[in-house]
């Protein structure tokens, strides 16, 4: 069993693991787009009907889903 003071084991100083990459700063528009109010503050464009509060939810999701990908292919280990 290694112990995490062992230089081979997990989380040893061997171990070449950096989360500390730019492209995690991506991953705060998920976050902050939907706390912006002067974006709900709209009822017109519809879209099928459905007021701009509505539809935009669910572009938040698609935004949410994009930034994610996006940050997990440029910041996965080639090997």
């Known amino acids: 069993m290694t112990t995490p003071d062992d ?4 989380g040893g100083p061997d171990q070449d693991r950096s989360d500390r990459s730019p492209w995690n700063w991506l991953l705060i528009l998920p976050i902050i787009l939907p706390l912006a109010p002067f974006l709900f ?3 017109e464009p519809r879209i099928f009907g459905f007021p701009r509060f509505y539809w935009l939810q669910f572009l938040f999701i ?5 930034c ?6 440029m910041t996965k280990r080639r090997r």
Not at 62 to 66: I, N, S
Not at 68 to 73: M, N
């Open 41 to 43: 503050n709209f009822d």
């Open 7 to 10: 230089p081979g084991g997990p």
């Open 62 to 66: 698609a935004v949410g889903v994009t």
């Open 68 to 73: 994610t990908t996006i940050v997990y292919q």
